[in-house]
């Protein structure tokens, strides 16, 4: 178990602060989906919209960005 989750509805790194998905929680997530990376876009797709709701002033190009864009 992480202790790099969410911290809602602010969207922070509950173990280092960070904007959630952290540095870390990014490659623990790579690690825990590398065998289903379609999997991990489509949980990270949904945590997107979910944080969109919450964080509604933040551009959407930049959400797009931090929860999908490192996908590469």
Not at 13 to 39: K, Q
Not at 44 to 53: M, P
């Amino acid at each position: 178990m992480t202790t790099h989750g969410p911290v809602l509805p602010i969207w922070t790194c509950g173990g280092c602060g960070a904007p959630w998905p952290c540095a870390t929680r990014r490659r623990e997530l790579r690690a825990e989906y590398a065998d289903a990376p379609v999997s991990l876009a489509l949980y990270l797709g949904a945590q997107l919209v979910r944080a969109s709701e919450d964080l509604s002033w933040a551009p959407a190009g930049t959400l797009h960005r931090r929860f999908l864009g490192w996908l590469r």
